[in-house]
């Protein structure tokens, strides 16, 4: 395999977002296109429940896909549809909001919370399409040991286990590796898909680098498009971190606060839908 060079690294910064939440983006509008098809990276993990217990209260969504990845503590979701739950440790949610979803994501706790979200761009095609989810328990999501690394695989496909989130317009992989001190990892990556990797815990390195990215606060690496895959190797500490890919979609963006369409028309629109109160309705 061929592996690719890294492209950016990016250090995750702190920002407010929701009602006060403190959390840290590791990528979003700024990045636009760069990381075509994802659109935004966040971290909200904190061990002060001052820092996450504000929450995301009701917002609507248009034109993405939300995924929501859980490894300590836990969100409350409800939606304008009926659905509602908790989203706990190990737990994925991947929401694909199309025409229109209102929801509410609250985390709860008193102690530490560690959890990620990750925005996805929809094609023109699938943008007005029906809402639905994609929802795995954390016993659902199978573990395996792969060139010693141990893997969760949400998404995609790791030495002939796949993970439970499929059918998706971006053909995702979504995987949570963890490395021992020193142990190199391979995962293949089809030509031309965008690939990153979330370092939250440890450093990595490239190939057979001797891990010089510092992890600390969370980093974002972004692999460069040319070559058959990925090869990240664990520095002396050993490292944990999330490893996403999927095609890219190619088309204009135009992103607002919670929706992502082609054009400012069809932003116009989707904000008129709000004010008239059709958001929901609108394509039925």
């Known amino acids: 395999m061929i592996p690719r060079a890294i492209q950016e690294v990016l250090t995750a910064k702190e920002t407010l977002e929701g009602a006060g939440v403190r959390l840290h983006r590791g990528f979003g509008f700024l990045e636009v296109p760069r990381f075509d098809p994802f659109l935004l990276f966040d971290d909200f993990s904190s061990p002060n429940p001052a820092d996450y217990l504000p929450g995301f209260p009701w917002h609507p969504h248009r034109g993405i896909e939300t995924v929501t990845y859980m490894l300590d503590g836990a969100v409350r979701h409800r939606d304008s549809i009926g659905n509602s739950g908790v989203i706990t440790g190990g737990d994925i949610q991947w929401m694909t909001a199309g025409r229109g979803i209102i929801h509410e994501e609250m985390p709860e706790g008193t102690g530490q919370l560690m959890g990620f979200q990750l925005w996805v761009n929809l094609p023109r095609a699938d943008k007005m399409t029906t809402p639905k989810y994609q929802d795995a328990g954390g016993h659902s999501i199978p573990e395996t040991t792969h060139e010693g690394a141990k893997v969760r695989i949400v998404a995609g496909e790791v030495g002939g286990v796949r993970g439970p989130i499929e059918d998706l317009a971006i053909a995702p992989a979504y995987i949570d590796v963890t490395l021992a001190p ?51 190797k664990a520095g002396t500490s050993g490292a944990r971190f999330l490893l996403v890919s999927g095609r890219p979609i190619g088309e204009p963006v135009a992103w607002r606060g919670p929706i992502v369409m082609n054009t400012d028309a069809e932003l116009s629109t989707a904000f008129s839908d709000l004010r008239g109160g059709t958001f929901l309705s609108r394509g039925t």
Not at 187 to 216: L, R
Request: aromatic residues 12%.
């Open 182 to 232: 020193h142990t190199a990892f391979t995962y293949p990556v089809p030509v031309g898909h965008t690939a990153f990797a979330y370092v939250f815990d440890g450093a990595i390195g490239a190939g057979d680098a001797d891990a010089p990215i510092n992890a600390s606060g969370g980093t974002i690496v972004h692999f460069a498009s040319e070559g058959e895959g990925v090869s990240l």
